[in-house]
Each structure stands twice: as structure tokens, then as C-alpha cells.
């Protein structure tokens, strides 16, 4: 489970192919789609790729509520926030988990991208400059499962799903926006637009995970969440011994 290496956009995160792996004049680098679009947030980053003991690992987590995992996964996130220290202002900066609706969280017991939030903050460097906000955004109504989602049909599921609670809270604020994993980006986008529109002045996006193109191929190395994954927990042993021997700690 190492940290995410080689030419990456500065934006969204995404793997840049060599043909797009410059710097731009304004010292930023850009995969296809940042160069097309506007991102809603400042900026995206991410430890690890999705793939592997990471993914087995935020599944023990999310699907097995083997909390102890929510550690682990707190430090690398708080290894990735790190990137983030030099670009945020004086003030402290609100950092906000990505919500579950109120039935899937009373059905699993606890939001992941809180837990894992709440490690990071522990074991990071600065603490005091990072306030944990976990009620001010939160999700109006249930969403479809976005798996095998075209990317319009992504963006109309989540449209007017999120709200931020108390705007005046969060107005002329920079927010950090955590959750386990980033896929396409839609999820964060449509957070980072309604907090913007509440009034929010950066949104920076942090995430335990990410999916990530093949360099080869160009292609999506994106599986849907429950794929592979077995009820008797023997992907467990992909895990590396070091990780894997602090959960039972």
C-alpha cells in the first residue's frame, strides 16, 4: 500500500499520460479534463491507488465495520492532507466528511469518511489548524448506488442530494472535503458546488483513495465496490504485514 507516484494532475489527482505530463505557465500540471473544465474545488489529493490491500482494507471498513481499520487509513490520509499545509490560509481550515443519508448510516452504524476524517486529525502535524465540522453538510435524500453510471446519470443522481446546514458557519471559510475514495470526482464536485454556494471560499479535496488510468492503456482502473471482495475475509491476506498487524493491535 505505497503512496501514489509518477505524473499526477495537480488538480483532480488523476494519472497524467506522458503526452500531457508538462507543466503549464502557471506551474501547474493538467490532465485532459482539468484543461477542459473548471473543478468546483481548489484542488484534489489522495494517498493511495484503489486497487489492492488499500481497497481490501477500506472494505473491512465499510462493508465489515472492522473499525480499528479507520486508524490506518486516518494516518495515510493525514500523509495526504499534509500536501495541502503550505496552500491554506491563516485561518483554521473546516474540514467536513462527505455525508450519508440518515438510513444508510443508522443501518451501517457510523460514516466511514468520519471515522477516517477524525484519525487524520489526530495523528496530524498541525492539528489545531484543522476543525473537525461533521453536521455542516449533510445529504437531503437517499442516492442510487453510482456504480455503472454513465457520467450524466452520476451527476442528475446527485443533483440536490446535499445541503449545508448553517451557512453562516461555513461563509468566507476554506473547507477540506475527506472521504475514502475519490472515483470520477462527481461526489466531490457536487459537495464543493454547494458549499461554494453557501458561501465556502476554497474547498480543497482529500480522499484515502483514488482510482487511477492505466499508464499503458489510458483505460479506467475503476471496480465496482463489491467486486472480488469475500464474505470470509481471505483477501485479508493481501494486506502487508505491517498494516494488517495494527488492526490487531
Request: proline share 4%; hydrophobic share 40%; charged share 25%.
Amino acid at each position: 500500500m505505497e503512496p501514489i507516484q509518477g505524473s499526477i494532475c495537480s488538480i483532480c489527482g488523476e494519472r497524467v499520460l506522458s503526452s500531457y505530463a508538462v507543466w503549464d505557465d502557471d506551474g501547474v500540471r493538467r490532465c485532459p479534463v482539468c484543461r477542459r473544465i473548471d473543478r468546483p474545488f481548489e484542488r484534489a489529493v489522495a494517498y493511495g491507488s484503489y486497487d489492492g490491500g488499500l481497497r481490501e482494507l477500506i472494505h473491512l471498513l465499510k462493508f465489515h465495520g472492522v473499525r480499528p481499520a479507520s486508524d490506518v487509513l486516518g494516518r495515510m490520509l493525514a500523509e495526504a492532507i499534509a500536501q495541502f499545509e503550505p496552500l491554506f490560509g491563516q485561518e483554521s481550515v473546516l474540514v467536513i466528511p462527505v455525508p450519508l443519508y440518515r438510513g444508510k448510516r443508522r443501518q451501517r452504524g457510523f460514516n466511514q469518511a468520519e471515522m477516517v476524517a477524525r484519525a487524520a486529525i489526530k495523528g496530524f502535524a498541525s492539528r489545531e489548524r484543522l476543525q473537525l465540522a461533521p453536521d455542516l453538510l449533510f445529504r437531503t435524500r437517499e442516492t442510487h448506488s453510482q456504480i455503472g453510471l454513465t457520467s450524466h446519470q452520476r451527476r442528475e443522481n446527485l443533483r440536490g442530494a446535499f445541503s449545508v446546514a448553517r451557512a453562516p458557519e461555513v461563509t468566507g471559510r476554506e473547507v477540506l472535503l475527506v472521504d475514502d475514495v475519490y472515483t470520477t470526482g462527481t461526489t466531490a464536485s457536487e459537495c464543493a458546488r454547494v458549499l461554494r454556494r453557501a458561501g465556502v471560499a476554497k474547498v480543497w479535496v482529500a480522499t484515502v483513495a483514488r482510482t487511477l488510468k492505466l499508464a499503458s492503456k489510458g483505460q479506467w482502473f475503476a471496480l465496482p465496490e463489491n467486486q472480488g471482495f469475500k464474505d470470509d475475509l481471505q483477501t485479508t491476506e493481501a494486506l502487508e504485514p505491517q498494516h494488517f498487524g495494527a488492526l490487531k493491535s
